[in-house]
């Protein structure tokens, strides 16, 4: 069983920088791609951001790209989404996923473990 864990969400400032960070406990983590959805309130879950298992690939959604990169470290089962110049409209819930599968997706339905989420406000 996949057990995957979010942090570094906060309450920070427009224009402000946050940089999450999930860890994933399984053995196949250096051959999955990863990647990073949000849910605002009231609203669907959508695609943030996604990046294959050797980090050759990544995609971003149009309303992050140029503020938002996935990254990861293999070695510590770790992805991350440093997020820049930040807005309100960034406020959600951010959840880190995990693909059986080495190549990057935008779509959600084909991540299979999900960590629990944690919480980016964006307010003056």
């Known amino acids: 069983q996949v057990h995957m864990v979010e942090s570094g969400g906060g309450l920070v400032q427009p224009g402000s920088s946050l940089t999450l960070s999930c860890v994933a406990s399984v053995r196949t983590f250096s051959t999955s791609a990863m990647g990073w959805f949000r849910q605002g309130p009231g609203k669907e879950r959508k695609f943030v951001a996604a990046?294959?298992?050797?980090?050759?690939?990544?995609y971003y959604a149009d309303s992050v790209k140029g503020r938002f990169t996935i990254s990861r470290d293999n070695a510590k089962n770790t992805v991350y989404l440093q997020m820049n110049n930040l807005k309100p409209e960034d406020t959600a819930v951010y959840y880190c996923?995990?693909?059986?599968?080495?190549?990057?997706?935008?779509?959600?339905?084909?991540?299979?473990?999900w960590g629990q989420g944690t919480q980016v406000t964006v307010s003056s």
């Open positions: 990046i294959s298992w050797n980090a050759r690939n990544t």
């Open positions: 996923a995990l693909r059986g599968y080495p190549l990057a997706s935008q779509q959600l339905a084909e991540f299979d473990s």
